[in-house]
């Protein structure tokens, strides 16, 4: 089975109220933990509305993530191609690149915020083919191509970026909700996605089809498209029992549902939560549950079950939300990479099996412990204090080969 890649995607999602300031310093220290916990990707995005969205640009967060991080893939999640002239949004992904050592991944999409549409005059309509078309000129700016382009929203006069990225491929990705749209995109320019639907129950369903419109775009543009560039993005919080994540996550998870979600964003269908109880059960435990709020072990059954839902993909993204206080919440993270990310992957299949057999197989190394005891028996000295030796047990001495002491000591102790 290919090994599945983890990553993060930060909204962010901050309550109003909190200090800014801190608040960006604690996203860096959420980055910089992700990479020593071994994470592949760290995703966050442009918002300039909402009150609870603070990053205005994805590309200067991520080069300060940059300096404070050594491996882990820096991702924008996402640029909203409209609002920018595309070729400066080429020149930022290019500078990113070189000052991550390569690290860049470029993900855009058309605007999630209607309020940052209308704040900028854009008409909603012209979205989504303003990004199609802002992608065809980044790539082809990328590729070293001088461009030459006029429309109704920006112009290019033999442009040609004067630096290059430093990857000989940067990755590219296209948001994707439930609508074709941003899969029919992805097939179209034979690139990846990322699913960010699937942390609703009506998201998750629709990965199979949704997968269907980007192959379907791909052969009709004679492009392909590959499941291991497909992210799927999940919703989270993990503690060392289903109580304790629970009682860690049911107060923000209802401020976060009821303030933002309904209250800010007023999205159709959402309801209030009546009580942090409710909050829980309908978002973790009931039939048409998508997050999961539990044990590493409920996790590790969620993320396969996607992966059988959807046919198999490539990254599982966590979102980062504030269900949790930042402290609950690292520590949320830490048990993903520790528990989960090695369940999923395989990584502890070859210990159990080399532990299963070292435990079942002791009749195999009895030649061991004989060896041992025919060297104490050859010395007098070593038989003697053998036989006045107090207790034949050695504490956690780890070794397979020892003798059954209490046995050999009474042997001793008749000669």
């Known amino acids: 089975m290919p ?9 962010p999602h901050h309550p109003v109220g909190e200090h800014p300031m801190l608040q960006f310093r604690r996203d860096l220290d959420l980055v910089e933990q992700l990479d020593r916990l071994g994470y592949d990707e760290f995703w966050c995005g442009e918002h300039h509305s909402s009150g609870w969205e603070m990053i205005g640009s994805p590309e200067m967060f991520l080069a300060a993530a940059g300096e404070r991080s050594k491996r882990i893939k820096l991702a924008t999640g996402v640029i909203s191609l409209p609002y920018h002239h595309p070729f400066n949004v080429a020149q930022r992904m290019v500078q990113l690149d070189w000052m991550t050592g390569g690290r860049a991944i470029f993900g855009s999409g058309p605007g999630a915020l209607a309020s940052d549409a209308h704040t900028l005059g854009i008409d909603p309509m012209v979205q989504r083919d303003r990004q199609d078309e802002a992608i065809g000129i980044i790539r082809r700016l990328f590729n070293g191509e001088r461009v030459t382009a006029k429309n109704d929203w920006f112009t290019l006069q033999d442009a040609a970026l004067q630096l290059l990225p430093l990857q000989e491929e940067m990755p590219f990705a296209v948001a994707s909700q439930i609508s074709p749209s941003g899969m029919t995109l992805a097939g179209k ?4 996605i990322i699913s960010i639907g699937s942390t609703s129950s009506e998201g998750l369903n629709a990965l199979p089809t949704q997968w269907g419109f980007a192959e379907s775009a791909a052969a009709k543009h004679g492009k392909t498209v590959d499941r291991k560039n497909w992210r799927v993005l999940l919703s989270w ?6 109580e304790k994540a629970r009682a860690e996550a049911r107060e923000g998870l209802l401020r ?7 209250g800010t964003l007023q999205r159709p269908g959402a309801k209030p939560f009546s009580d942090p109880d409710e909050a829980v059960e309908k978002t973790a435990f009931s039939d048409e549950a998508a997050a999961t709020i539990g044990t590493p072990d409920d996790l590790v059954k969620r993320i396969k079950s ?3 839902i959807s046919g198999g993909f490539g990254t599982v993204v966590g979102f980062v939300h504030d269900w949790a206080n930042p402290e609950n919440t690292m520590r949320s993270w830490d048990m993903v990479a520790r528990y989960v990310v090695p369940e999923i992957n395989g990584y502890l299949a070859g210990l159990r099996q080399s532990q299963d057999f070292v435990a ?3 009749g195999v190394f009895d030649r061991a412990k004989e060896a ?7 010395n007098e000295a070593a038989v003697a204090a053998l036989a006045v030796t107090a207790s ?3 504490g956690n001495v780890s070794a397979s080969n020892l003798p059954d002491l209490d046995k050999a000591r009474a042997q001793a102790g008749r000669r």
Do not use: P
């Open 189 to 192: 320019h034979g690139i990846g």
């Open 306 to 308: 996607v992966l059988e």
């Open 392 to 394: 034949g047990r050695l």
């Open 256 to 262: 976060h549902h009821n303030q933002y979600v309904v």
């Open 372 to 378: 041992i005891m025919a060297k104490i028996n050859e």
């Open 3 to 11: 090994r599945l890649n983890f990553g993060a995607f930060l909204a």
């Open 360 to 362: 079942t197989n002791r």
């Open 237 to 242: 919080h993990i503690a060392e029992t289903r």
